[in-house]
T-cell receptor, first 113, second 114 residues
Framework: AQSVTQLGSHVSVSEGALVLLRCNYSSSVPPYLFWYVQYPNQGLQLLLKYTSAATLVKGINGFEAEFKKSETSFHLTKPSAHMSDAAEYFCAVSLNTGNQFYFGTGTSLTVIP | DTEVTQTPKHLVMGMTNKKSLKCEQHMGHRAMYWYKQKAKKPPELMFV???????INESVPSRFSPECPNSSLLNLHLHALQPEDSALYLC?????????????FGPGTRLLVL
């Protein structure tokens, strides 16, 4: 079985501060891992995706995530938060076989001016 | 055209009504998806079409009926819905036919069932 856990349903950071959103997965084989962002009243947009090519994945809008097999983690970071980063962030996991795709429960990011 | 469009944006329907949601993409993607998203929750996968054939049905009640008339169009037919079916319905598409592909989402249809 596979699953994905996002620690912290709400995260608040000051503008300019480091953003760290946590994601841990549970899978017996290396999975595909994704981070999606959802702005209010909109659909989801892919930030980045891990496909085993490189453990440090760079995405859009200055975000990046590092795949750590030993910690079964895929945390999302951004060095300096902008007001426009306020949104809901979803980590997602899928195996490279089968037809299973799961979103985590999401983390709501608030950026304080 | 690099987007997924969904119509209508908002829909209010009674429990005895029949309505349809529409999703279109003109990116040549081979898979299309329906998700249901309740407020403050992650999207839940409902159906996946690969090459216009239903490949995944996540045990969705029969009052939701998907249809894929062609590779660019995906419909979701609604009949005899319940108030608890009120949610944001998201459509997505992906270039390849596997669920490991990057999905491109539409803005969603916000459905209210009275």
């Amino acid at each position: 079985a596979q699953s994905v856990t996002q620690l912290g349903s709400h995260v608040s950071v000051s503008e300019g501060a480091l953003v760290l959103l946590r994601c841990n997965y549970s899978s017996s084989v290396p999975p595909y891992l994704f981070w999606y962002v959802q702005y209010p009243n909109q659909g989801l947009q892919l930030l980045l995706k891990y496909t085993s090519a490189a453990t440090l994945v760079k995405g859009i809008n200055g975000f990046e995530a590092e795949f750590k097999k030993s910690e079964t983690s895929f945390h999302l970071t951004k060095p300096s938060a902008h007001m426009s980063d306020a949104a809901e962030y979803f980590c997602a996991v899928s195996l490279n076989t089968g037809n299973q795709f799961y979103f985590g429960t999401g983390t709501s990011l608030t950026v304080i001016p | 055209d690099t987007e997924v469009t969904q119509t209508p944006k908002h829909l209010v329907m009674g429990m005895t009504n029949k309505k349809s949601l529409k999703c279109e993409q003109h990116m040549g993607h081979r898979a299309m998806y329906w998700y249901k998203q309740k407020a403050k929750k992650p999207p839940e996968l409902m159906f996946v079409y690969s090459y216009e054939k239903l490949s995944i049905n996540e045990s969705v009640p029969s009052r939701f009926s998907p249809e894929c008339p062609n590779s660019s169009l995906l419909n979701l037919h609604l009949h005899a819905l319940q108030p608890e079916d009120s949610a944001l319905y998201l459509c997505a598409s992906s270039p390849g036919a596997t669920i490991q592909e990057t999905q491109y989402f539409g803005p969603g249809t916000r459905l209210l069932v009275l």
